[in-house]
């Protein structure tokens, strides 16, 4: 099986521009189907992306083409779907927030560990995002939960092994 970071590496290392282009797509989990890129089921006009990934138009096009012609790239890229993340409004909404950066994020179980904190605290969690730490340069893990996050709690996760930093807000 091969891996989305060997796909991409095989298929963009000698094309920076498109690469730029296929890390948007993948930071915000849009798909590429038929040589066009959606959000879930909105189509994305390729001068969108390109203002935003500061490339011509038809760059962000040719970097779609070649997804949709290679079956691996295109079987991978027209799956994805992009889903909402509470982080930024959580406390607008009365919600805790944790931002958990990991010393090695690819170790497991730092987030078993994590919910099984804040679950013994009574803390119910209503939202758990991990950026993917092969694609994310500085990968965090993001917890919303249905309260605020009391402060004595910051003390017991930053004991929990493979925590680097914790934030709570």
Do not use: H
Request: hydrophobic share 40%; net charge neutral; with cysteine.
């Amino acid at each position: 099986m091969t891996s989305i970071e060997e796909l991409i590496k095989k298929n963009f290392s000698d094309f920076p521009a498109q690469r730029r282009v296929v890390n948007k797509i993948l930071e915000y989990g849009l798909s590429v189907k038929s040589g066009k890129i959606y959000c879930n089921d909105i189509q994305i006009e390729f001068g969108a992306i390109g203002r935003v990934c500061d490339v011509d138009p038809r760059i962000v096009k040719d970097t779609c083409e070649r997804i949709s012609n290679d079956d691996g790239m295109s079987n991978i890229f027209k799956k994805f779907r992009s889903i909402m993340n509470l982080k930024d409004v959580a406390p607008d909404l009365g919600l805790g927030v944790i931002v958990l950066v990991p010393k090695d994020a690819k170790q497991p179980g730092i987030l078993a560990s994590v919910s099984q904190v804040i679950s013994l605290e009574g803390i119910s969690i209503r939202q758990a995002v991990a950026d993917d730490p092969y694609i994310t340069p500085d990968p965090k893990f993001y917890i919303i939960a249905d309260s605020p996050i009391p402060s004595e709690l910051l003390t017991k996760l930053r004991k929990l092994e493979g925590v680097l930093s914790i934030t709570i807000y």
